[in-house]
């Protein structure tokens, strides 16, 4: 990737909800000086974010369209990391993923769609290792508290320990209209499965997820379910990939509740809405409920916050850790995946030589942790 390109980012979907409050972050919130422009399919309405949030001059805007293949080649020339907010990723993220491949552009996003994923791994994997590229998705909150998370934790144990990890999840927040319409596509298309890497894991380790059950637990003080999200299936692809997860890693992720009460009802909420997402008449009606684009105030925003305790045992030895930050879907999202893309630009040299389609832990680690810890999110072993 040459590094005389005009941008360090471009943040790609900045008219969206999402994409506006990263814009907004690197405008107020970095520590750095990068250059960075925004793009969107709309000149118009670049025009108008880059006014709203008083952007400098500097700050370009580029249009690119989604649909459009020549026009998100020419826009990842001309960066060193494209950052997308443009989803759902299983129907715009294709197209964007294999322009930064041809490019020799490293690409950041925030997907927690495991179809696309998938896809990605497929398709991507092979070449951008061979270019010297990472291809790094789900850098929001979907999965980077769990897989750096995770991560902190088993370095506190012996490289050879035999490591059981449990991540509880705890948040409270609103979401957009683009997450329900991920949610609801995604639950239509059914559950699917992220793959490990192709190549197994040397020697003896043995990487696998824990059988999961609801019930209570003491040590968070409240109810737990098993939460078939894509943050499970990162981190165990995060443990194949690094030596530090123990000769043997197994990983179990809950959603936490308050009481038994609340958890049923969550059930029997989100049982609704995986049922009706399976028959396109009904799917159709759900999709209608959000449009993208819409999402929750600043006031919404300010209020929300979320914690993922760990719990870890190995060969006798117990620790607990937590993860925590403020409002997940949105304030925190953005700053992660802005420090993400931050991470890749700026901080190359600092990065482990690992290459392809990765986790935010195999392709950052160390360098992203310290990066979000300096804008206020928490790692800690308690």
């Known amino acids: 990737m040459s590094s005389n390109r005009p941008y360090d980012v471009i943040v790609f979907g900045a008219t969206g909800f999402t994409g506006k409050l990263v814009a907004e972050y690197l405008a107020s919130n ?76 490293d690409y950041v996003d925030i997907t927690g769609e495991p179809e696309f994923v998938n896809g990605v791994i497929e398709h991507h994997d ?9 291809i790094v998705n789900c850098c929001g909150f979907d999965s980077i508290p769990h897989d750096l998370g995770a991560y902190v934790m088993v370095q506190q144990f012996p490289d050879d320990a035999t490591v ?22 995604a639950m239509g298309r059914a559950r699917q499965q992220l793959r490990g890497p192709r190549k197994a894991p040397t020697g003896d380790r043995k990487v696998r997820g824990l059988k999961t059950r609801a019930r209570r637990e003491a040590a968070v003080k409240g109810w737990v379910a098993p939460m078939p999200t894509i943050d499970p299936l990162v981190v165990l692809r995060s443990a194949r990939a690094l030596p530090v997860y123990g000769r043997e890693f197994r990983y179990g992720h809950y959603i936490r509740v308050g009481s038994l009460a609340k958890l049923l009802a969550l059930g029997v909420g989100v049982g609704s809405v995986f049922g009706l997402a399976q028959l396109k008449p009904t799917r159709n009606l759900l999709l209608k409920m959000r449009q993208s684009g819409d999402g929750p105030t600043p006031e919404e925003r300010a209020r929300g916050k979320f914690r993922v305790t760990f719990l870890g045992t190995a060969d006798g030895q117990r620790v607990i850790g937590e993860a925590s930050g403020g409002d997940p ?43 979000l810890r300096a804008a206020g999110l928490r790692f800690e072993i308690l």
């Open 30 to 105: 970095s520590r750095e000086s990068p250059r960075w422009a925004i793009a969107g399919r709309s000149a118009e309405r670049l025009a108008a974010v880059k006014s709203e949030l008083a952007l400098s001059e500097e700050i370009a805007t580029i249009t690119a369209d989604s649909s459009d293949q020549g026009s998100l080649r020419a826009m990842a020339e001309q960066a060193r990391v494209v950052l997308t907010t443009v989803g759902p990723y299983q129907k715009y993220g294709g197209p964007l993923v294999a322009a930064c491949v041809e490019a020799g552009t």
């Open 164 to 185: 059981k990890l449990e991540g509880f999840v705890s948040a409270s927040g609103k979401f957009s209209g683009g997450t329900w319409q991920s949610a609801v596509n």
């Open 329 to 371: 879907g949105y304030g925190e999202t953005s700053k992660m995946v802005a420090e993400s893309a931050l991470c890749l630009a700026l901080d190359r040299e600092q990065l482990p030589e690992r290459f392809g389609v990765l986790t935010p832990a195999a392709a950052m680690a160390d360098r992203l942790l310290e990066r």
């Open 126 to 134: 092979d070449e951008a290792r061979d270019k010297g590229l990472r």
